[in-house]
């Protein structure tokens, strides 16, 4: 019987880290679908990388599972947005297998420092050690443990006008080497409630991405179409996601009946 070799292995997050420190955009998709063939699709496809998010809707950790094994044995990065910055979720999320995580609504840089000790392992977090599956239930635990604080990636969301108020601080957080923007959430906390962009939200996007740049770190986002993919990439975001699984289903399907529609409307069949 042979015995698993850990030698030679790629680290988690390498190809996405590659395409960042070219200063290239890397691609990705926001997931909220169950479906763990949507992340197994995203990797044939060759996206970079897909957040699972478990902050709304109604996924669990054993569908975080599942995406994580439809995207094994692919370069594909699956970080997962957790439902809160405590140390349950965080921890339970990173045990299942995530290479990392986007947390929600960090408004301040004790926010980011506490949650960040949630993510790695001591000396550097307050991470307990188990024997689950990101360590292969315990036969790649030593290999695990020694990269693990190194190659997972911590990202914090600014997506308040307090984060937004305090972000060069948590930029500072030791670890943080990309951070993400919420503009819906950001725009809520300023009064345009159910705006994308309120006012004033798309200069301030374009800030935090020139303080962050200034700083070597990354800034991401979700664009919700190709037209706003290509501005942000042209912008110089690193990380853009193409949009959500259910919402470019959503947006195909309506502009085929759109279409279909209005052809209908144009046909005579007399």
């Not at 977090?125 to 997972?152: C, F, H, M, P, Q």
Request: charged residues 25%; contains cysteine; negative net charge.
């Amino acid at each position: 019987m042979s015995q698993i070799q850990s030698e030679g292995r790629t680290a988690v997050n390498e190809a996405l880290r590659q395409v960042l420190s070219r200063d290239e955009t890397a691609y990705g998709l926001w997931v909220t679908s169950e479906a763990s063939s949507v992340t197994e699709i995203a990797g044939a496809l060759g996206l970079d990388w897909v957040c699972v998010d478990m902050e709304h809707g109604y996924l669990d950790y054993r569908d975080i599972q599942g995406h994580l094994t439809a995207a094994r044995g692919t370069d594909l990065t699956v970080l997962v947005r957790p439902p809160t910055q405590d140390l349950e979720p965080i921890k339970r999320t990173l045990d299942i297998g995530a290479h990392g995580v986007i947390v929600p609504l960090i408004n301040t840089a004790e926010e980011a420092r506490a949650a960040s000790q949630h993510a790695y392992y001591p000396p550097r977090g307050r991470r307990g050690i188990g024997g689950e599956r990101s360590v292969t239930w315990g036969l790649e635990l030593d290999d695990y443990v020694r990269n693990a604080n190194k190659e997972l990636l911590f990202v914090p969301m600014i997506e308040t006008q307090s984060g937004y108020e305090n972000l060069d601080d948590i930029m500072s957080v030791g670890g943080v080497e990309a951070i993400f923007l919420g503009p819906g959430d950001l725009s809520a906390s300023r009064g345009a409630v159910g705006d994308w962009e309120g006012p004033g939200v798309a200069e301030i996007n374009l800030d935090i991405l020139k303080r962050a740049r200034g700083r070597g770190i990354h800034a991401g986002l979700v664009a919700r179409g190709t037209d706003e993919a290509m501005m942000r990439r042209d912008q110089g975001f690193g990380m853009v996601a193409l949009g959500s699984d259910i919402g470019l289903l959503i947006r195909q399907i309506r502009s085929m009946t759109n279409a279909l529609d209005r052809a209908t409307q144009h046909h005579s069949w007399f």
